[in-house]
């Protein structure tokens, strides 16, 4: 480093010499006179061979150095530059590669999406139908084979119903899932041999495909049929549902008690039992809800808890049955009535001015069709909401239902069209009701009906009405006809010689859905209609069919007084009780307890004795709830006791329960002995509980005889 920089500092010398020589000539000129520009001069002179000195030609390895560093110094500002560059393109790049990628994320989700759909609409129904090019005797054997898959899924439901009342798949007391399963393979077998019938093992012949699929829709079509279950039945686990249906089938004893509960796939039933959504009278909201929310009686919903189990296993066999058919059976699902008429309803739908009427109520008919297969309704709730068309034409209709299910289907639309069509131009009309006509190959009639005028017509309208009453909401059967209306003094009053025609003619055509008749208020007719309704209703078995509120909807259509009507219903009823009680007197129970006990019977059960003025004997200081206003009654049967409390509001409800283990003490007073009843079972969520049912004595008479119903009961052996 020295050496670098020693010629520098030589100069550097030299010139700090000179001008410390020139400071002091310029300092003494005076003194110094001429000698002075000597000093200047040699001054001078030394600095210019200094300069001349340091102008000496480089080495060339100096002159080689230099360049070296020049080069390096432009090599760095160049590296500098490239690395600036570099920073930007690679902050430009990533800010590209995370644009990229949301946008991959998003086409990802899309894909994801389009791909379920597509899933989804794989399930729906097909452009062209696949039996399209089968000739007419195809698909007549088609047919004929998916009527023997309904009646074989019917008998196999009677035999697995029968075997859960016998105990069959829990032989140690525990619940063994492999039985059940054993059972559903032997179904899907048999259903798999009507299409197949010379195959060995026609469930490994399905592909991969087939099968996922096949699960994923009785996965979906199961979950519709548990949601229509009771309170949580579906949170249930399979030890605890099964337990819950084997009670239910106990409780009915025989599959021919709880078979009027089940659903219909035959002839006309399966479509008119579901298809009624326009209609007031549907299947299950006013069976339960109205009655529970309405009175909340907790042993009144038992009944109800117990057809739905039954139906449960109809309903599970009905799913395995026909996703197995769907699998072999071609387009097993769509040959059907009630999706022909939902296909039908979307049709009628597309070809007149969208309406909100016309929208609402059809998706309340879609929404109460029993279809096969779960995506076809919602196939069918995308065609309302798109107001388009499910294009029934591609289904054969002609081909696959009987003479009845067609004409059913035509009287749903004439009724459908009529009420909430609009935008009813006669070419609009006249085109779809030649297409409507050449499917079902039934004549359709769009005219309004004008009210009977006569006394006779009018009275046929009423005992049609009376008859679909029966059929629709009763679910009583076209044979029972003839018994039950003939108790009716509509009926009687009816010439005789019109009778046995009337009776046959609704057998033969049936009216599967209620039709309210078209009476004139004011006529007596009206009145005694509504007579011979509520008497239907409360003397036709199942009791606790329809509600009232529906009773009071058809009262109101006629302009009755909804008091006297409905004080009508409560004189039927305790009229019935009355009957169908021993020796009980029961004028003094309250509406809603003759209503409640009623519906608690068993259709040929009879009360043994009634008892009123009951209290309850709670321990010193308990909480008594809601129990202590209010009536109470105990009501005894054949082989129990039940205490029921009638709230002030008539919400009936049992809160005990007892057997003949139960015990009884008299309890002496001034004027009269009043009996304890302690044992049995407690159906109320309190702490402590009472400690014993306290019945009141009556003055006057004695306690023995008093009570000699209920000591009878306690004494016999258990």
């Known amino acids: 480093m020295w ?14 010499g000179v001008a410390v020589a020139w400071g002091c000539a310029i300092a003494a000129h005076r003194s110094l006179g001429a000698l002075a520009w000597g000093v200047y001069l040699g ?26 560093r020049k080069a390096l ?12 560059e570099m920073q930007n393109f690679t902050d430009s790049a990533e800010a590209a590669l995370e644009k990229q990628g949301q946008l991959i994320d998003r086409r990802e989700r899309e894909l994801a999406q389009k791909l379920i759909v597509f899933h989804e609409w794989l399930e729906f129904p097909q452009p062209v139908g696949k039996e399209a090019s089968q000739s007419q005797e195809d698909v007549a054997e088609l047919t004929k084979k998916d009527r023997q898959v309904l009646e074989l899924l019917d008998r196999s439901a009677k035999q697995i119903y029968e075997n859960i009342r016998n105990n069959k798949y829990s032989p140690t007391g525990e619940f063994e899932p492999k039985l059940v399963r054993r059972e559903a393979e032997q179904i899907a077998i ?10 060995e093992n026609p469930l490994l012949e399905t592909s991969i495909d087939q099968l996922l699929r096949a699960a994923g829709r009785t996965s979906l079509h199961l979950l519709v049929v548990l949601d229509r279950m009771p309170l949580g039945v579906k949170e249930y686990n399979f030890n605890s549902l099964y337990w819950y249906v084997r009670h239910a089938t106990r409780a009915y004893g025989a599959y021919k008690t709880a078979e009027p509960y089940m659903p219909y796939f035959n002839g006309a039933y399966y479509l008119s039992r579901f298809a009624m959504g326009a209609s007031p009278w549907t299947l299950a909201a006013w069976r339960l809800v109205s009655e529970l929310s309405t009175r909340g009686a907790k042993k009144l919903a038992t009944h109800w808890f117990n057809r739905h189990a039954t139906s449960l296993v109809y309903d599970v066999v009905r799913v395995l049955g026909f996703e197995v058919a769907g699998i072999f059976g071609g387009d097993f699902r769509h040959r059907d009535a009630g999706w022909i008429y939902g296909a039908e309803l979307t049709e009628l739908i597309s070809r007149f001015p969208l309406s909100r009427d016309a929208l609402s109520h059809g998706l309340k008919e879609v929404g109460s069709l029993q279809v096969r297969n779960e995506y076809d309704r919602l196939f069918l709730y995308q065609c309302l909401a798109a107001h388009a068309s499910a294009q029934p034409g591609r289904f054969q209709a002609a081909l696959h239902l009987t003479p009845g299910e ?17 935008g009813k131009t006669d070419e609009r009309t006249a085109a779809w009701r030649a297409e409507v006509e050449q499917r079902l190959v039934v004549k359709l009639d769009l005219e309004a009906h004008p009210v009977p005028t006569t006394l006779e017509s009018q009275r046929r309208d009423a005992i049609r009405s009376l008859a679909s009453f029966l059929l629709a909401v009763k679910e009583r059967e076209p044979e029972e006809l003839a018994d039950l209306l003939g108790k009716t003094p509509l009926f009687r ?9 009337l009776l046959e003619e609704l057998q033969e055509a049936p009216p599967f859905f209620y039709e309210q008749p078209d009476l004139d208020p004011s006529s007596p007719l009206a009145k005694k209609y509504l007579d011979d309704l509520a008497r239907l209703a409360v003397r036709v078995t199942p ?16 302009r009755a007084d909804a008091k006297e009507f409905q004080r009508n219903l409560d004189a039927q009823r305790e009229e019935l009780l009355q009957e169908r009680s021993r020796r009980a007197p029961v004028g003094n129970l309250s509406p809603g307890a003759v209503k409640a006990i009623l519906h608690d019977l068993e259709p ?47 919400a009936a409800a049992v809160i005990w329960i007892g057997g003949r283990d139960v015990s009884f003490q008299r309890l002496r007073g001034y004027f009269s002995d009043d009996l304890l009843l302690r044992g049995g079972e407690w159906k109320i969520d309190f702490a402590p509980l009472p400690e014993a049912i306290r019945l009141s004595g009556q003055m006057g008479r004695r306690w023995e005889p008093h009570f000699h119903p209920l000591l009878d009961f306690c004494r016999q052996p258990g």
Do not use: C
């Open 3 to 16: 050496k670098r920089h020693a010629r520098t500092i030589s100069i550097t010398l030299v010139a700090a």
């Open 43 to 68: 001054g001078l002179l030394a600095l210019v061979g200094v300069f001349l000195a340091s102008r000496r030609e480089k080495s060339a390895a100096e002159v080689e150095l230099e360049k070296l």
């Open 73 to 84: 110094d432009r090599d760095r500002g160049e590296l500098d530059k490239r690395r600036r």
């Open 190 to 199: 048999a259903v798999a041999r009507v299409y197949r019938p010379g195959s």
């Open 406 to 422: 067609r004409r059913a289907i035509a009287q749903r639309l004439e009724k459908f069209f009529r009420a909430f069509i609009h």
């Open 493 to 501: 009053e009816h010439p005789a010689d019109d009778r046995k025609k």
């Open 543 to 558: 009791y606790d069919v329809p509600s009232d509120e529906l009773l009071d909807d058809v009262a109101a259509y006629l």
């Open 604 to 650: 040929e059960e009879r009360l043994s004795f009634l008892y009123g003025d009951a209290s309850l004997d709670w321990p010193r200081g308990a909480h008594t709830g809601p129990y202590s206003q209010g009536e109470m009654w105990l009501v005894g049967r054949e082989a129990r006791l039940a205490l029921w409390h009638v709230a002030d509001n008539g």
